[in-house]
């Protein structure tokens, strides 16, 4: 199984930029994709972005597109959320996400694909 920890949480000004870290170790020389999701209180824990094993395809929510990079560095077991153009809108515990990849699809936009899931990182962005 794979172990993940979040980390790059923080507060930021609305407009500012965060990037978040999640740091997988265990069984990592099985491919496996990654995903990132968010919370808040009160809600369920929705798509923000995922990433395949190989890096190629990537997918993200609406609401962040054009504002949030995934990418991932395979050689150091490393998956990354570049977020720019923050709004207080994006304030939410932040999740990074995996299971084991026979195949990528959209599927990886559905949170029951995911196996194993990090304790989160509390973003929060002020107006």
């Known amino acids: 199984q794979v172990q993940l920890v979040e980390s790059g949480g923080g507060l930021v000004q609305a407009g500012g930029s965060l990037r978040l870290s999640c740091a997988a170790s265990?069984?990592?020389?099985?491919?496996?994709?990654m995903g990132w999701f968010r919370q808040t209180p009160g809600n369920e824990r929705e798509f923000v972005s995922a990433i395949s094993w190989s890096g190629g395809i990537t997918y993200y929510s609406d609401f962040v597109k054009g504002r949030f990079t995934i990418s991932r560095d395979n050689a150091k077991n490393m998956v990354y959320l570049q977020m720019n153009s923050l709004k207080p809108e994006d304030t939410a515990v932040y999740y990074c996400?995996?299971?084991?990849?026979?195949?990528?699809?959209?599927?990886?936009?559905?949170?029951?694909?995911?196996?194993?899931w990090g304790q989160g990182t509390q973003v929060t962005v002020s107006s």
């Open positions: 265990g069984r990592t020389s099985s491919p496996y994709a």
């Open positions: 996400e995996a299971y084991y990849q026979s195949s990528f699809t959209s599927s990886a936009r559905q949170r029951n694909s995911y196996n194993y």
